[in-house]
């Protein structure tokens, strides 16, 4: 199987805190560290009841200082909402404490609501129109410095952070051709796209400095249990979660419930085929059927996993699960 990493936005559970949701975040790190999973990202979100990882840099150090070898990011930065000097001298930062782990995956929404955003000290119709000149702008800044350079980043001038392009329709894929980058689409959530944009970023791939050869990281949902059936019931939480918040309702992550899917009515069940349709979910069997499906359909170079889940403990199981039936354990370090 292709590699697999993690997509985490440390939710807090019903029930639960930010502070709860922080310290799982660090030991889920920990334990798919130990399963040979490559990456552990963080997302960037605001105004958001159940997402701990807001200030995602803040908790990117948190998370490496509590690892030793998996590579850990962002996926990602929502680039729009802050100066790229300022996301330089922090991912410079990163990269200075813990040299050649850090990863930084840019992206274009606010993360957020409008109101939300304007909150964020931004105007969002301007500055979404200038995202091509704020990456080059950023990408410049991990350069080494140059004569009579006046603005540096430091730390971060020369170190050469990893730079990925996140999206879900075909404005990152060009982009992320455009300037020869990795491209990461969020399948996981917005899935439309994904074999259009995916041909386009490999048609139009421009080989840089930073990369040879187009490379596809693909979000997907796995959610694996010891039955399909206790799988279907712990991915409820994540269906839960997306009819509330696209009815107006965002909250914390509820716990499962049996059959939610007879609950609900013809518009909420298409909402949710739609939306989560890059998802396996059941026992190890199913989970390992699916992703070499997805592979095989995709050519995808990588996997970035997420999983919502209710319990922790049953969260812990899903992933050491995955790994069992998807990772290569003689090359999970390369």
């Known amino acids: ?37 490559r990456r552990y990202w963080l997302a960037e979100h605001h105004n958001m009841p159940g997402i701990a990882s807001a200030a995602t840099a803040v908790v990117m150090a948190h998370v490496a200082g509590g690892t030793s070898t998996i590579r850990v990011g962002a996926g990602g930065v929502m680039l729009p909402n802050h100066a790229p000097l300022v996301i330089a001298e922090q991912f410079g930062t990163l990269e200075s404490l813990y ?10 929404a606010p993360g957020t609501n409008p109101v939300t955003a304007d909150a964020l ?31 540096r980043a430091v730390p971060g001038a020369g170190l050469g952070v990893p730079v990925w392009i996140l999206g879900s329709s075909l404005y990152g894929a060009q ?20 074999a259009e944009a995916v ?15 187009s490379y596809v990281m693909l979000g997907v949902n796995v959610f694996a249990a010891d039955t399909d059936r206790e799988a279907r019931r712990l991915f409820s939480s994540v269906q839960q979660a997306f009819v509330n918040l696209r009815m107006g309702r965002p909250g914390k992550l509820p716990p499962p419930v049996e059959d939610y899917e007879a609950t609900l009515g013809a518009p909420e069940r298409l909402m949710l085929e739609r939306a989560l349709a890059v998802s396996v979910v059941g026992s190890t069997d199913t989970v390992r059927d699916g992703l070499r499906a997805l592979a095989e359909r995709t050519g995808a170079d990588e996997f970035m996993v997420t999983a919502h889940i209710h319990d922790f403990e049953a969260r812990l199981r899903s992933f050491a699960l995955t790994a069992e039936v998807a990772i290569d354990r003689a090359h999970a370090a390369d």
């Open 121 to 151: 000290r931004r105007t969002l119709a301007d500055d979404i129109d200038r995202f091509p000149e704020d990456v080059v702008e950023l990408l410049n800044y991990f350069l080494p410095p140059r004569p009579g350079q006046q603005v």
């Open 199 to 213: 041909a386009f970023y490999r048609g139009n791939f421009r080989p840089s400095a930073a990369l040879a050869h």
């Open 1 to 37: 199987m292709i590699p697999l990493s993690v997509l985490d936005l440390a939710p807090i559970a019903e029930g639960f805190d930010a502070a709860w949701a922080l310290t799982n975040a660090r030991a889920l790190a920990r334990h798919v560290e130990r399963l040979g999973y």
């Open 99 to 108: 040299p050649g782990r850090i990863d930084l995956g840019i992206g274009r």
């Open 175 to 194: 982009l992320a051709a455009a300037l020869g980058l990795p491209y990461a689409f969020a399948s996981h959530f917005a899935p439309a796209m994904m």
